[in-house]
């Protein structure tokens, strides 16, 4: 076997140092150039980036080593279907664009929890799901996105996996931690880049290799593995010999891996989880310059998101039928993703802490504190993904990858329904989205716990898991959790009083244009915080000029704000007013509209090509 050589000759080596070092003065120039001082400049961007940036960083936060290695594996076993993930997004980020991300603009919130709070009052939503996403990051994808990128960097380099680890954190934390939003960004961009052209140079050896695209038809359906006896068992036959709907994207409604209606509407209700309501990816888009500037973003995603299908997905097949590394390149590529999706979700986990759990621990705490804070998190979190990784070696079985994919099929559809409801239906109100989340939740959790106990399966020692819990796909499952939400959702916000108009005046899409005045449903709550900050810019003007050495490290972190003029009251109206502002000059909004036509048209050439 070849793959315990380790990288060790100077082009490969030099490759992987480039590539860091590139990185960091990418990172350090976003700090630079950024104001970071304040909440909105840290976590926000400032409400400044570009289209580029933009989409570049949703691709990047979207892939992460995660995928690369899952998705890859899972085509060689079972074929181009695992493509169908990525293509349907290519709907769903005209769907983010276009219809979610104008209210939450309209809404004026930095984080999602905070959207629910304002359309539905109350504390309790707004806990649950910032404490649920904290956990579904923790331990679904920063965990998954660590290991499969120190397993991978373990083979290359033979350094120890935790030496591995903690160089890889350290350089990520540098710059998430000090440069905020606008320095994961750009350095997102950066490594999109070289991801894709990375991967563009392996898929080109790789198709070159089998010969062409007939060739590797024809290839990955006799590629069966030589040594087919495991122990004293013969495996069967399906086990081991390429399904015989390999090149289909829509399969066998009953006994297809990826039945076609789980594909459609099932994970149509993942990604609507996943990209419209997902705090990583929203937040990319609320820090766009104008609505215009996001919805390009979105589309440039969009046409980014066709990719995976031919650099991932199908030399994932190809490595079925041969083993070939151009080793330094590959690792540039999955370091890239693997600290691209690190750093979005430290900075959008800190975000979601800061905004909406510390600010209900600590009443009234000043800017700075919200600063640092949110940087105190992401240590924690660092720290608390070191410590995570034994636990997801020992699971190291290869089923861990399943247990993530399905983990979020448990828990995502519940919050879907709620957001779903919550913009397009204006009669739902906190109740009913409470216990709505609540019965998802416990649905949800039963079916994931019977699956921890029992274990997932494989082909070869199917799981005993009694039919009526885990025989449903986990794609239906997912719909029918939605279902099942959804009517709860409905029934008990039937049975309870509305919410008035009036605290929903461009919260919900039947309102979005109303120019009314809307009064908050927190609305004393955060008079009387306004009215403690103004006491508290008048005791930090007293202080006195700090000196050099605390300027410096003020800097570092970000920490300098510059004391603007105080803000008169029509003034703060005004920049409240630029800030929910989600108009478009005529000439861009309608070269964006075409675009995501055309998306939508690639979309379903690209499905009806390959079903």
């Not at 350094?159 to 903690?166: D, G, K, Q, R």
């Not at 990858?401 to 329904?417: E, K």
Request: charged share 15%.
């Amino acid at each position: 076997m070849e793959s315990n050589i380790r990288i060790n000759n100077p082009a490969d080596i030099s490759v992987i140092v480039i590539y860091f070092l590139v990185v960091l003065a990418v990172g350090l120039w976003a700090m630079y150039s950024t104001n970071r001082g304040t909440v909105g400049g840290f976590f926000l961007a400032g409400r400044s980036m570009v289209w580029w940036p933009i989409g570049a960083s949703l691709f990047a936060s979207n892939i992460g080593s995660g995928h690369f290695v899952g998705i890859a594996g899972t085509a060689a076993a079972t074929g181009i279907a695992i493509g169908g993930y990525e293509w349907n997004a290519l709907v769903f980020v005209v769907v983010l664009g276009w219809l979610f991300v104008p209210i939450y603009i309209k809404a004026g919130v930095v984080t999602m929890p905070e959207y629910l709070k304002k359309r539905f009052g109350g504390k309790r939503i707004q806990v649950y799901l910032s404490v649920l996403s904290l956990i579904l990051y923790i331990f679904t994808k920063i965990s998954a996105d660590i290991f499969s990128g120190a397993v991978f960097i373990q083979l290359a380099i033979g350094l120890n996996l935790y030496l591995a680890i903690i160089i890889l954190l350290a350089i990520t934390a540098l710059y998430t931690i000090t440069g905020g939003l606008a320095a994961v960004i750009y350095t997102d961009t950066l490594q999109t880049f070289i991801m894709v052209v990375g991967s563009f140079i392996l898929m080109g050896f790789a198709f070159s290799e089998v010969g062409g695209y007939e060739d590797f038809m024809q290839k990955y359906m006799n590629a069966i593995p030589s040594n087919i006896s495991y122990g004293n068992i013969t495996i069967k036959e399906e086990c081991y010999t390429p399904r015989k709907d390999a090149f289909h994207l829509f399969r066998d409604a009953v006994t297809g891996d990826l039945p076609w209606p789980g594909l459609v509407f099932g994970l149509s209700i993942l990604a609507l989880w996943y990209w419209c309501t997902d705090q990583v990816i929203v937040q990319r888009c609320l820090s766009g310059k104008n609505m215009s500037h996001v919805k390009a973003g979105c589309i440039m995603c969009g046409y980014l998101k066709l990719l995976p299908m031919f650099i991932i997905v199908m030399p994932g097949m190809i490595s079925r039928i041969l083993y070939t590394g151009l080793r330094g390149l590959m690792l540039s590529v999955m370091l890239a993703s693997l600290m691209s999706s690190l750093t979005s979700i430290f900075n959008s986990a800190s975000t979601l802490f800061t905004m909406d759990i510390y600010t209900k621990i600590r009443k009234r705490p000043s800017e700075k504190e919200l600063m640092l804070a949110g940087r105190a998190f992401m240590l924690v979190l660092i720290g608390i993904s070191i410590a995570w990784v034994p636990v997801v070696q020992s699971a190291q079985s290869g089923q861990l990858f399943d247990y993530i994919q399905s983990v979020t099929s448990y828990l995502g559809p519940p919050i879907a329904a709620v957001f779903l409801l919550a913009v397009f239906c204006k009669r739902v109100n906190e109740q009913g989205a409470f216990w709505g989340l609540m019965v998802g939740l416990l649905t949800g959790l039963s079916r994931m716990i019977a699956e921890f106990a029992y274990g997932t399966g494989n082909c070869v020692t199917p799981s005993n898991c009694p039919f009526i819990i885990c025989g449903i796909h986990y794609l239906y499952f997912a719909m029918i959790l939605f279902g099942v939400s959804s009517i709860v959702i409905l029934a008990v916000s039937f049975m309870t009083k509305p919410i008035p108009d009036v605290h929903l005046y461009r919260l919900c899409w039947s309102l979005r244009n109303s120019k009314e005045q809307r009064i908050d449903l927190d609305a004393d709550e955060e008079q009387d915080q306004a009215d403690e900050k103004d006491e508290e810019s008048v005791n930090e003007e007293s202080e006195e000029e700090p000196g050099c050495f605390k300027k410096a490290y003020n800097w570092f972190c970000g920490l300098d704000q510059q004391k603007g003029p105080k803000l008169s009251k029509e003034e703060e109206e005004a920049l409240k007013k630029k800030l929910t502002d989600t108009s478009e000059v005529p000439l861009w909004r309608n070269v964006v509209n075409i675009n995501g036509i055309i998306l939508l048209a690639v979309a379903v050439f690209c499905h009806a090509f390959f079903a």
